[in-house]
């Protein structure tokens, strides 16, 4: 039987999502959790990757069980997974389901914080230069991505991907000046690798006219890389929503 389930995690404890040699990732964590409680070897495909220190409030996987999840089978899992990891359900689905390839959607959230918080050190990003950002600025920034479909400039050099092509829903900036933060929100049918957070860096850039918005439609126009590239850093970046096709 195939089996979806949601769940979130903290990712600041480890090296992406994705299972590799001699490092702790979530992936790892959670087959490790269902082949202790099936007593053989279990794998899980994910909705998509995150990179070191990236968080997810939702991420879904997919497995095959031996057998029907029986009651309470919830708690049994989160007793064997670590803190900083957490499975809310366990969704059974038709055996060709797939976490990954039947998303129609996905949504980020990367806060920024600009006052110093030791309480948010690993779940947001602490920008020191609040005050040389202009708001509408960093609005005109994000609003750039919207007009394009091929997004090369903000790709990881060392990706895979065999297309650079995403459909961007929704690109902005939310402010809320009580709590001296400000969030970037974006949603799409994909993402390229460090997408989100190349992005982030751009508009922020953009804000204190270290890159002009000319110079980035040039780019994406080209499909050349920036020549001022900056990759905010990962603790600020959540994965917030994945959507499937009914």
Request: with cysteine; hydrophobic share 40%.
């Amino acid at each position: 039987m195939r089996y979806f389930a949601r769940l979130a995690y903290n990712g600041a404890n480890y090296y992406g999502w994705q299972k590799q040699p001699n490092q702790i990732s979530v992936q790892e964590q959670i087959e490790t959790a269902l082949s202790t409680v099936f007593n053989q070897a279990t794998e899980i495909v994910g909705c998509g990757r995150t990179d070191t220190g990236v968080h997810a409030r939702q991420y879904f996987i997919h497995f095959d069980s031996p057998y029907p999840l029986p009651e309470g089978f919830v708690r049994r899992i989160n007793k064997l997974l670590p803190r900083d990891i957490a499975i809310d359900e366990f969704i059974p689905v038709h055996p060709e389901a797939h976490a990954r390839f039947d998303a129609t959607l996905r949504s980020y959230e990367y806060f920024i914080d600009l006052k110093k918080n030791p309480f948010a050190e690993k779940t947001a990003y602490f920008f020191p230069f609040g005050d040389q950002i202009d708001p509408l600025t960093l609005q005109q920034a994000a609003s750039i991505v919207l007009d394009y479909e091929d997004f090369f400039p903000f790709c990881k050099t060392d990706s895979d991907a065999q297309t650079m092509k995403c459909l961007i829903k929704q690109s902005e900036w939310k402010f809320y000046p009580d709590q001296h933060r400000m969030v970037y929100h974006i949603s799409a049918n994909r993402f390229l690798r460090g997408m989100v957070r190349l992005i982030v860096g751009m508009c922020l850039n953009v804000s204190m006219n270290k890159v002009s918005i000319r110079e980035v439609r040039e780019a994406l126009d080209t499909q050349t890389r920036l020549k001022k590239s900056w990759s905010a850093p990962p603790e600020g970046l959540f994965l917030t929503q994945v959507v499937y096709r009914q």
